[in-house]
């Protein structure tokens, strides 16, 4: 890791945030708590969705149970997904909150509320990537790839409802780069410079990332990982525009 990111987790603005999270931290542990009360039952809705739906199982494909507590451990890891995705968001929402400056309540306010639009629509744009690019793309090339091996199609539930809603989650957790790199960078808890410097470290991250939860194959590995990347250069593009720096 480049010095110039190590250099940042030691700013005094950086360990301020840190310290205000660390100070929140019942918050966040009760907000974790009601997704996850709150997604368990969604979870129930969720895998039926997915049973019911059309597109999701690849022709020639059979979805079995191999343990009879598969939907209930589905349910719990969905419920986890969402609770964690909640956390993720009022995280966001406290950094917006807080400045470097002291401003307004009404100011900070305004600003919070225009973070939660901005990180709903990338949100919206994570959903619909999964939904219409990545998830169609991977299922039908984890079903063909079977074919043409002559193996029996044949996933099991948990596997298969954990892909999916993994594949979403990330999506949706992923595209929400922008918001939280300009949060970072307006804060100044890091430096456009230490991004810059670092990018190279960035970008395999990224795609570690996307290898872990993607096919081995260079496309699919770009379309899991590749989203975030471009977020990341346009967020930096956004800022050197915002502040009229190259």
């Known amino acids: 890791m480049g010095e110039g990111l190590l250099g940042a987790f030691d700013s005094p603005i950086f ?14 542990l009760g907000v974790f708590t009601l997704g996850f ?18 597109g999701y199982v690849p022709e020639g494909v059979e979805v079995i149970i191999l343990q009879p507590l598969e939907v ?11 609770a ?23 100011f900070a306010a305004s600003r ?3 973070a939660l639009a901005i990180m709903l629509l990338l949100g919206g744009l994570g959903l619909a990537y999964a939904h219409n690019v990545l998830i ?3 299922l039908e090339y984890l079903a063909d790839d079977s074919e043409a091996s002559g193996l029996l199609n044949t996933w099991q539930l948990q596997s298969w409802v954990g892909f999916v809603t993994g594949l979403y989650f990330s999506s949706i957790i992923g595209f929400q780069v922008p918001i939280v ?8 808890a890091i430096s456009r410079s230490s991004i810059v410097e ?34 990341l250069e346009v967020a930096l593009l956004y800022d050197s525009l915002y502040s009229g720096r190259e």
């Open 198 to 231: 670092n990018r190279g470290l960035i970008w395999f991250s990224a795609l570690f990332l996307g290898a872990l939860i993607s096919p081995p194959d260079p496309i699919s590995l770009f379309l899991v990982g590749g989203p975030m990347l471009v977020l």
């Open 84 to 106: 964690f995705g909640m956390m993720v968001v009022t995280v966001v929402l406290d950094l917006a909150w807080l400045s470097r400056n002291r401003v307004s309540p009404g």
């Open 37 to 54: 009360v709150a997604g368990y039952p969604i979870g129930g809705e969720v895998i039926e969705w997915l049973l019911e739906s059309e």
């Open 72 to 82: 209930i451990l589905l349910q719990l890891r969905i419920a986890a997904q969402i």
């Open 112 to 114: 919070a509320i225009m």
């Open 181 to 188: 790199t300009i949060l970072l960078l307006r804060s100044g």
């Open 15 to 28: 360990q301020r945030i840190t310290s205000h999270i660390d100070r929140r931290r019942k918050l966040y």
């Open 136 to 138: 169609p793309f991977l």
